[in-house]
């Protein structure tokens, strides 16, 4: 069945590179994607990308795709205070499941930056 | 621009009650999709609509319904109520079917 993995938690200090890793299942999916929820808050989009690609870059976040392993990382350069959120992995479903286009999301990875 | 709209921000329920959520997608977004996000996971797919057919369903019991209207807004109805139904509510929308989709703050339901 379709499944992503997320480490839960990873720490790291103020100015540090954060790397959070992710992997799939579903050799169908056509965009991989993370968002960011603060407490209390909805999912923000950080960034996505399509599965012909291996790599993104948008300023300070790097994503890396290596499709043969279904392993997903979203790199954050100089990484702040305020980057401190859950971090969640997405897939979209493959035609197959009758809900083209919808997102399969890990558990989510807790970032916390320390001054 | 305004985002995705949701309402109430927070609700209380006891078991067995009903309970509606309300959504109001990006204006030119034509899709609406309902996540449920139980504390310490993350969202679950619940359904899609599009043009206002349903075009897909999560594995929810037929107690969760959902419907879109002319606008494109949307509502989740949920019925006889369980504890285990407290969760936040997320709706997202996009433009149609495929494209990337961007969420609202969600509805924090509560259920005693």
């Known amino acids: 069945g379709e499944d992503v993995e997320q480490s839960l938690f990873l720490s790291v200090r103020e100015g540090d590179s954060s790397v959070i890793n992710c992997t799939y299942t579903?050799?169908?999916?056509?965009?991989l994607y993370w968002y960011k929820q603060e407490p209390g808050a909805g999912l923000q989009l950080l960034t996505y990308?399509?599965?012909?690609?291996d790599m993104k870059q948008d300023q300070r976040l790097t994503v890396l795709l290596n499709k043969k392993d279904k392993h997903l990382s979203l790199r954050i350069a100089d990484t702040q205070t305020g980057d401190s959120a859950i971090y969640f992995c997405?897939?979209?479903?493959?035609?197959?499941?009758?809900?083209?286009?919808?997102?399969?999301f890990g558990k989510g990875t807790k970032l916390s930056v320390k001054p | 621009d305004a985002g995705v709209t949701q309402s109430p921000t927070h609700l209380i329920k006891t078991r067995g009650q009903h309970v509606t959520l309300r959504c109001s997608p990006i204006?030119?977004?034509?899709?609406v999709s309902w996540y449920q996000q139980v504390l310490g996971q993350g969202p679950q797919f619940i359904f899609q609509?599009?043009?206002?057919?349903?075009?897909g369903r999560g594995n929810f019991p037929d107690r969760f319904s959902a419907r879109q209207f002319p606008n494109y807004s949307s509502e989740l109805n949920v019925n006889a109520l369980l504890l285990g139904d407290s969760a936040l509510y997320l709706c997202?929308?996009?433009?149609?079917?495929?494209?990337?989709?961007?969420f609202g703050p969600g509805t924090r339901l509560t259920v005693l």
């Open positions: 997202a929308s996009r433009t149609s079917i495929g494209d990337t989709q961007y």
């Open positions: 579903d050799s169908s999916s056509t965009y």
């Open positions: 990308i399509f599965s012909n690609m």
């Open positions: 997405a897939e979209s479903m493959g035609p197959n499941g009758g809900s083209q286009g919808n997102l399969i």
């Open positions: 204006s030119g977004h034509k899709s």
């Open positions: 609509y599009y043009e206002k057919e349903e075009r």
